[in-house]
Structure formats: structure tokens, C-alpha cells
């Protein structure tokens, strides 16, 4: 329903634009014709500010902020140094000791509380000494309660999306779509479009969907160009993304 919704709510602001460039284009050409009578210099001296403002304030506006409830630092929890039980890995291997595939090739996404309290099961004895783990420690392992992540990359619910097939029969590096999140030490603010309702991480960082690197924007484009450059086009038919 809440897509639904979203969908209709698109189409009637793109009636709108649509109707606002229609009148402005009549506006203009009868400027255009009269500039000092009709007031055209007023109207580009007004333009040229309200265009500034706009390019400042509405990305601002755009995007509805939320923190992360813990920082948890993938620095620390991918170093062998640190984390004995990784001794040995490289690359993938190291990421799937938390983000592993199940039996039946169901993806585990961000872990539970069960794999962190491998090493952190006694809320008095923490590793470090970092208030972070403290507070971690206090709130959710003593209290035996799951973390309310945010997934930045999470998909509507009518987008039908498996890790297996694109990591391992893709072969596909985790970084190609989610970019460089296991080399920070702190968590980035999560980002909500307030049009879409899709985090910053699916839209893009700008509307006009300029692209630097692969994982700047997820949209359906996003995953469609990508199976046309591996010459799988035949996953670009409407059903196999949506069952
Ligand atoms: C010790 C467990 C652990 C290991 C090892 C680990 N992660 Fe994570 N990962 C987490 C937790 C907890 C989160 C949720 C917090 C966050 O977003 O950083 C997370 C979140 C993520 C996300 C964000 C997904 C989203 O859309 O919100 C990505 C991407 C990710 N991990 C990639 C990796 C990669 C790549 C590696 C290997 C280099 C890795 N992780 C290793 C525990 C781990
Ligand atoms: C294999 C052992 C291990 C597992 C599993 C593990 N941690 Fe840790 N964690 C550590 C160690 C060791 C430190 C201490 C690092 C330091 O301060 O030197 C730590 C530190 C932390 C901290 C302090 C800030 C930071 O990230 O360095 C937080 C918060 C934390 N862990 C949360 C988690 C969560 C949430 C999970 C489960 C998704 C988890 N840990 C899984 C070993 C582990
Ligand atoms: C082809 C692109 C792609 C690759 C490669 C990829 N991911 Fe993802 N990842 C996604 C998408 C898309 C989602 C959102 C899925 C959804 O919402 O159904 C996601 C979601 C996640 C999540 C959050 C899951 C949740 O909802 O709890 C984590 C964690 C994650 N990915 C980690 C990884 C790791 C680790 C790797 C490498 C082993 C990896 N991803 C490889 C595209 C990718
Ligand atoms: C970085 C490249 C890349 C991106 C980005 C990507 N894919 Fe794929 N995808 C692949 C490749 C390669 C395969 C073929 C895997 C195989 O079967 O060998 C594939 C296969 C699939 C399949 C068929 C596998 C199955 O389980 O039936 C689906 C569905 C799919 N992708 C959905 C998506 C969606 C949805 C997105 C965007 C959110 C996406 N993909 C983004 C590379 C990508
Ligand atoms: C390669 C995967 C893929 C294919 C193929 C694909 N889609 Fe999508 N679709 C997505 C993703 C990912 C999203 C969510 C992000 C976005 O809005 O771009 C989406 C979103 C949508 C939405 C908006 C739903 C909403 O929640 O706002 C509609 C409608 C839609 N797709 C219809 C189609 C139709 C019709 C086709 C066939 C012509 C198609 N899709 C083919 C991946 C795909």
C-alpha cells in the first residue's frame, strides 16, 4: 500500500512540474516580448537569488536525518590483530565470519545479537576501554536486546534482491555496491529522501543521478546497467526483479 501511495504521489508532483512549465513558458515569451513593462528585469533579478537558495536549501530539505543506535567501528571488527578468530582470512572470507549465507543460501545480513556475544558475553568485562562498547555492554548485551540498525541500502519490499547469486555466482566485490562502509571507523548518518522515502544511499547524492562510482545510487537503472555490462540482460525483464 505505502508503495502504491509513494507511486501516485510521484505522478501527481510530475503533473505538477508539468503544468508549472506551461505557465512559465507563456510567461516568459510575453516577457520577452514587453521586458521593461512587463517587469522582466525584476523577475531575473529575483530568479538569480532564488535559484542560489534553492540549490543550497533543497537538497537540506530533502533529506531527513537519523543516527545510527551504537557506532560500531568495521575497522576494529575486521583486523586479524584484534579479532583473533579472523586470523588467516583475506578480503570476502572476512566480512562473511558476521555477514555469512545460512544453509539454504538465505544471506544473514547485518548479524544478531547472538554472533556479537561470541566475544562479548559479559556485560562487566569489556575488551577495551572504549565508552562506545560501554554503553553497547549496558544497553543491549545486558539486557539480552537486539541493535535497531538502519540498513542504508534496503530495498522496497516489492524488489526481489539475493546476496548468493551476486556474490558468489556474480562474483561480485561487496565494495562494488556498498562502496568503502568496512573501512570506516564510524558509522555515516543515514539519510532519508523525504519524496521517495528511500535512504540517500538508493536515490543518490544528487538529483540530477550523476554517477562517480558504482555504489553512488541503487535505482532500478543502477542494477539494470550492471547485468547488461556482466551480458546477463536476461535478468532485466520486470519479474525477475519483482516476483
Ligand atoms: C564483527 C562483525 C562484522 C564483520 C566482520 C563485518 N561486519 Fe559489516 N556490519 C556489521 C554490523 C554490526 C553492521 C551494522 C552497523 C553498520 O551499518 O555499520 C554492519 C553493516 C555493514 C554494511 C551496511 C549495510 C547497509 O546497507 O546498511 C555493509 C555494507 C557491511 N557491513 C559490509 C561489510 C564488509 C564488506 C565486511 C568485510 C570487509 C564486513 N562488513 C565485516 C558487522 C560486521
Ligand atoms: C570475535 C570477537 C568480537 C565479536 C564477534 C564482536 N566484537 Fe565488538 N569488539 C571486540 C573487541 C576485541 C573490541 C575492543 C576493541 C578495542 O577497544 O580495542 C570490540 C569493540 C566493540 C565496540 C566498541 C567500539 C568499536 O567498534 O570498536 C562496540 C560498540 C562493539 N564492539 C560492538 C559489537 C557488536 C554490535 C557486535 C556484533 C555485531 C560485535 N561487537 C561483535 C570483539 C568482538
Ligand atoms: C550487486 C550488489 C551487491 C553486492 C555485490 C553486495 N551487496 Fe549487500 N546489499 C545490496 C542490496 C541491493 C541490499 C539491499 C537488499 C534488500 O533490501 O533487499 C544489500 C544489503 C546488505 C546488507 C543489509 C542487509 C539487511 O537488510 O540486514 C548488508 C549487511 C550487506 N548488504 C552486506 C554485504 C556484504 C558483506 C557483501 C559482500 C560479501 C555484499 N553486501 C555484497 C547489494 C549488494
Ligand atoms: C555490480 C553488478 C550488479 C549490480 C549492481 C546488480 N546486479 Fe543483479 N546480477 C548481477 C550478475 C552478474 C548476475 C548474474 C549472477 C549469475 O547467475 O551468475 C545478477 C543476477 C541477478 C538476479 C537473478 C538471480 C536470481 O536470484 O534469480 C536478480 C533477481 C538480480 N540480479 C537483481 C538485482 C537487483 C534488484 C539489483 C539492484 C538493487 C541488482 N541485481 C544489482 C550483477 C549485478
Ligand atoms: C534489475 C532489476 C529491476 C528490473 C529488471 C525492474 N525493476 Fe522496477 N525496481 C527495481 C528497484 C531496485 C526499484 C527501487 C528503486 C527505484 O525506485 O528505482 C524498483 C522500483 C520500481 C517501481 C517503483 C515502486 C516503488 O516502490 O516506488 C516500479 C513501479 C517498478 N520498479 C516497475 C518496474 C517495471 C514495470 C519493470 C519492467 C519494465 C521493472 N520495474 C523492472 C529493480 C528492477
Redesign the pocket.
Known amino acids: 500500500m505505502e508503495n502504491r501511495g509513494l507511486s501516485s504521489i510521484r505522478i501527481k508532483l510530475s503533473q505538477a512540474v508539468i503544468v508549472l512549465l506551461d505557465r512559465l513558458t507563456s510567461y516568459y515569451s510575453e516577457l520577452i516580448s514587453h521586458p521593461f513593462q512587463s517587469g522582466l528585469i525584476y523577475f531575473v533579478a529575483g530568479l538569480i537569488p532564488a535559484l542560489l537558495l534553492g540549490w543550497i536549501l533543497f537538497p537540506m530539505a530533502l533529506y531527513s536525518e537519523q543516527h545510527q543506535p ?8 575486521t583486523d586479524p590483530d ?5 586470523e588467516g582470512t583475506e578480503g570476502q572470507e572476512r566480512c562473511l ?2 555477514h555469512g549465507f545460512r544453509g539454504d543460501g538465505t544471506f544473514v545480513g ?4 547472538e ?6 558475553d559479559d556485560p562487566e568485562l ?5 565508552p ?2 560501554e ?2 555492554l549496558n544497553t ?1 548485551v545486558a539486557n539480552k536486546r537486539e ?1 535497531p540498525w538502519l540498513v542504508y541500502s534496503k530495498q522496497p519490499d516489492n524488489v526481489y534482491f539475493t546476496h548468493i547469486a551476486h556474490v558468489k555466482m556474480g562474483e561480485q566485490e561487496c565494495e562494488t555496491c556498498h562502496g568503502d562502509h568496512a573501512q570506516r ?1 564510524e558509522v555515516p548518518t543515514f539519510k532519508r529522501n523525504r519524496l521517495s522515502g528511500y535512504s540517500i544511499n538508493i536515490w543518490g547524492k544528487n538529483i540530477a543521478g550523476f554517477k562517480r562510482n558504482t555504489w553512488d545510487s541503487m535505482k532500478m537503472d543502477d542494477c539494470a546497467d550492471c547485468h547488461t555490462k556482466n551480458g546477463k540482460e536476461e535478468n532485466n525483464a520486470c519479474f525477475v526483479c519483482h516476483k
Open positions: 551504537l557506532n560500531f567501528s568495521h575497522v576494529t571488527h584484534i579479532l583473533d578468530v579472523l565470519y558476521c547485518i548479524p544478531g545479537l554472533k556479537c556475544m561470541e566475544c562479548h569489556p575488551w577495551g576501554e572504549s562506545e562498547e554503553r553497547f543491549y541493535v571507523d
